[in-house]
C-alpha cells in the first residue's frame, strides 16, 4: 500500500521556498526591508525596477502578494476576469437584486385559506 505523501499545495511551497511557516515569514520580512532594499527586492521579483511614484505600503504589499502567488499558485482565470470587469466599471461584486413583482391596475387580488379552492375571499 502506498503511502499519501504531501499534499500538492505542501509539495509546490517546498519546491518553492520552503513550508507555510517559511512563506509566512519570507512576507513578514517585507516590512522590515529599508529603501534600497525594497527596491532591490522589486528588482529580484518582478525584474525591473518600481516606479519612483510607488508608496512603500504598496511596494510590501505587491512583493508579498507575488511572493505568495508563486509559492501557492494565482488566482483562477474566472475570479481574475471578474475583477478585471470590476476595475473597468463593466460589473459590480454585488449580486444581482431580484426582480420585484408588481401588480398591474386594476388587477383583482384573491386570499385563500385552507387550501380549499373554495373558501377564498375577495
Not at 44 to 57: G, K
Not at 112 to 120: E, I, L, Y
Request: glycine letters at 6%; proline letters at 7%.
Amino acid at each position: 500500500m502506498e503511502e499519501a505523501g504531501p499534499s500538492n499545495q505542501k509539495r509546490r511551497a517546498e519546491r518553492i521556498g520552503g513550508t507555510s511557516q517559511h512563506l509566512e515569514q519570507r512576507v513578514a520580512q517585507i516590512s522590515d526591508l529599508d529603501a534600497e532594499a525594497l527596491q532591490e527586492r522589486w528588482k529580484a521579483v518582478f525584474r525591473t525596477m518600481p516606479s519612483p511614484n510607488l508608496s512603500r505600503s504598496f511596494m510590501i504589499r505587491a512583493l508579498a502578494y507575488r511572493i505568495q502567488e508563486n509559492a501557492r499558485g494565482a488566482l483562477k482565470p474566472s475570479a481574475r476576469r471578474t475583477l478585471d470587469r470590476v476595475a473597468e466599471g463593466q460589473s459590480s461584486l454585488e449580486p444581482p437584486r431580484a426582480a420585484t413583482a408588481r401588480a398591474a391596475p386594476g388587477t383583482v387580488l384573491i386570499q385563500r385559506w385552507d387550501h380549499s379552492p373554495g373558501r377564498s375571499r375577495r
